[in-house]
């Protein structure tokens, strides 16, 4: 893989914005690869994003906090009033994946990075249960055990927050972790914890969705992966996706058929994420 | 097509009950062309659905109101207490359909009929909306229109109910008919009355289900179709699907999108209801 | 909807494409609404699609040939050796419909050109049978019936050409149309006639492909929509989709469910190339 | 998961056939759980798999060979001279997965059954290289490794059915096994060993197919899951699916994302030949 610098950007849509960013990575000697962009009537708002070959870039790239990235493109995201951001991918982004016991998801996610599907660090396991120790060892992911109650939540959630800054996290990946951060906690990470529900959001919110969808006899199940906000089940949707099921299928059926579900939209949205081309806009996301 | 007889039985799960049906077709001529049953442990409900050609078989279903095959069956019903209903394939059901302004279900259904793929008749066609009399001209289908406001709901009802009667109808369909019938008026028609949905039930109930999907960023649209029960949008689902959309999509999109997903889920449903493939158990349907 | 100026160009790939050209609509006072480009690593060629809004646009777009377009864009296209193309939004290109027998690609091309869903003219249907006038009729299209036999085949062909010409057609969409033109006819029109082949292309090419799926016991059956090339269902691929089938399908429900999946393919294939979104590089396609 | 009998039959169709099963069950005390039952018109055959609790039944299941079963089956067997099978799910079919160095079915394969969905035993993992030892190690199988090159080739089909018979294996699974076993040995396992080929048969045979779905700019790739049969990918065919691809995914791409089809592919058919679903007819399946 081609080592390549990702510039997202989101400003208010005004002419010559294509061109000026097009033009800024041409002029400093960067070959674009892949450009997208979206502007939304609704907000007026523009997103792009810019996939360059930095090879024979003359902006150095390397310095702290991208000092001199800054400096010369600072004209063009004032000009503008961008929101910007500069991925590298050979920096590659480091991902603490929560669970609890049920395991299916982990594995899926361990057993991709390490197929090379997911250009991301594992640098630590987090989970409320003890269980899933071994799965970590096989994989030799550092697995930290934080339990929570009712009682040392807050506790808990400060032991969290201090691993995530050890482990200098980018972000969390809550594979169907069974439990819920307080909205302090979420604030502090926007678009930073990614979650996989495992129902059709908005449909089937809250607790035990195959119940509700076998319930309601629905013809077809689905798994949602969103980033979270402080309203439980309500942040963007990254990915989903469904099955067909029918009467035949037990909950148990709606159970195991949700988990390929799960798995699959999960790591979508996970390589999604790593690869720097989701964007928000409102409540919504844009997936480039 | 040959033709075929289908009983359709519902009863409490009980040992024999496959047995003692497929050995009275058989004592009787029948030949089995199609067996399907279920039986739904949480309501401890046994349903059946079996065809048959009745060409050699020793029971007149000629009778009014089926009366010899009642008194041979009688004793079978009997001992399972069983819900029980015939029906033959030369007795093609009459479908009247309700629409409004939008034409694309009222259409595909006429076209579909016309093909020969829904085996039913189309005695007529009713609207509160003058405007599609051209389609149910060129279709050779009656056309009547009823207009329907706040004031006079009860009287328009009931000239429905007329219309219903003197045109012998078995089932209706609203191909997206924009208004909602009174309870009781719903009341009287228990699995007769089959609607399409424009939202992934049950999300997005009520009006506008796109502008709620547009709204609420989701990754699939989807529709619903369903007998109609008193609560709305909340009757036995019988089929359902969804079609992929993303951020480039405006609600113009979506509605244009799910205006395909409307066509295919509606038809299928009425399909299966003409073929007689479709029992219900609490809220939900089992279709064979 | 806005109208729209799209320029679609194909070339070498080098450094600095996107940015000249960005920067050319910029220039020039366009607004651009959308950009999509693609760079061919096997082939070294770049493609890319660029909508904008002319509104502001200080080239006249209006003069015959783009003669004024074609001044100010050549510097660039010379520079880079571009194949280029700018189609205009309120320029509606002109598609010939053919059709055989089957009426249901048809039906679904002129229902949804009436909905306003295809933004082109439809200046004319043309036929070996004289079976769909009536359909012709309903829609007012013109419907010209052109017998073809083994034997007068040149001839036929030589008529169809003068309609074409005499109809001004764009391009030609081949709605189920049961004939096979001769390479010479079909060379002259490289990417201009559109087909529609009811199997997954490669498998099933040739004839009666749902016989062939039927024979061979496929779980799914599709349809493809592709360019028509010298070789049969050889061109470019523009779209396919599936269809679950079981053991109880026949080959009539195999032949229903696909006129279902021909008629969304086709018409989506049908949209893209209305809207200019579809580039080829060798027997591909690049559909943006 | 109650214990349940499947009895599974095929044989001309006849009047009286499922009467006659059902009839049977019932009087030796079985209770009927699922039945299902196809009559195919081409070929005049009919096919049956009726699955019933055996708690009161009255036959000794138990008995070698099904002595007594077989016993008080015969008659019926014999007057509609049926093929049948009788499978327990108390005795879990023993399975044998073959793999070479691609490991993502071997892994998911395993998982599943580690997760309780594969109603089988796994006694042994057989492969031409030992990379996959670490895994096989993780879920506790044996791992043998049988090299085969052209020279040894009946040598290892000797060595490997020596295992298969040590092993006492019910049937085999190629996880992307990467040889092609010899017509004698291939017929000795009928309907008793499943392939997953990386393509949407019958299009892309042979080696490599995700390169040649690239090269033919298909917009779908699929996987099947097959019984292997003396003629290379030529099988009967137990399940497909297929997932959207574009001019974005490159050949890696396609590779990847055909990885999770086939491990879904894969694992359904597997699942339903552990369900004992699958009835053969012709080279066609019938999947129950």
Known sequence: ??????????????KGEVASI?????????????ADEHADADSGLFLMRVEFDPKDFDVDLAQKDLADFRKHFSPIAERFKMNWRLALSSRRPRMIIFVSRYDHCLVDLLYRHQ???LACEIPLIIS?????????????????VVSITKENKQEAENKIES????????FMVLARYMQIFSSDF?????QRIINIHHGFLPAFMG???????????????????HYVTEVLDDGPIIEQDVVRVSHRDTVEDLIRKGRDLEQVVLSRAVRLHVENRILLYGNKTVVF
């Open 1 to 14: 893989m081609t080592p390549s610098a990702i510039l997202l950007v989101s400003c208010p849509d005004a």
């Open 128 to 144: 409320n249960h003890p269980d899933n120790q071994r799965i970590a060892d096989f994989y030799k992911v550092p697995y930290s």
């Open 115 to 117: 197929s090379g599907e």
């Open 186 to 190: 979420v604030n502090r990470y926007p």
């Open 207 to 225: 607790a035990k969705p195959y119940h509700q969808a076998f319930e309601r006899g629905v013809k077809l199940i689905g798994a949602t992966s």
């Open 163 to 170: 691993l995530i800054q050890g482990y200098r996290a980018d």
């Open 22 to 34: 097009a033009d800024f990575v041409y002029r400093h000697g960067g070959n674009i690869l892949h």
